[in-house]
């Protein structure tokens, strides 16, 4: 893990194996399983040291401690961080491509959660579908 110090190593690979784990916000993971309720082929995950929610496989949106963590692809994701309390995904010190990270006033209402699980959703349905056989 090139340019990585020894602290970050140590990080990551807790994160990776699962035995790092940060506490999430439960009042927001239960907000996103009540708008995910009535999608199929959703599926919810620990991943990163959060809870994850995957469309047909594929990461959509998840809970980082208190903040929403949302897939939105190129455009969307660098357009998405220049609105209010939205930041870049980032737990190692680099950000993950692709994902923003959006602070409690973000997604205070439910429509305002609700927008960001449509924005990811639109995003993640243009991935190929995993299937069991192409899953880590």
Not at 42 to 47: D, F, G, N, S, T
Not at 70 to 80: F, S, T
Request: charged share 30%.
């Amino acid at each position: 893990m090139a340019g990585y110090d020894h602290a970050q190593v140590v990080r990551v690979m807790r994160v990776r194996l699962g035995v790092y784990s940060m506490p999430f916000s439960e009042s927001l993971a239960g907000r996103i399983r009540d708008a995910l309720a009535r999608k199929k082929n959703i599926e919810e995950r620990k991943m990163f040291g959060c809870i994850c929610f995957l469309l047909h496989g594929n990461a959509l949106v998840g809970v980082w401690k208190d903040r929403l963590i949302a897939r939105l692809g190129p455009d969307e994701g660098e357009a998405a961080l220049r609105e209010s309390h939205v930041r870049a995904f980032d737990i190692t010190g680099r950000p993950m491509r692709n994902w923003v990270a959006v602070e409690s006033e973000g997604v205070e209402d439910d429509d305002q959660l609700g927008d960001w699980i449509d924005r990811a959703i639109k995003f993640v349905k243009t991935l190929p579908r995993k299937t069991d056989r192409s899953r880590p």
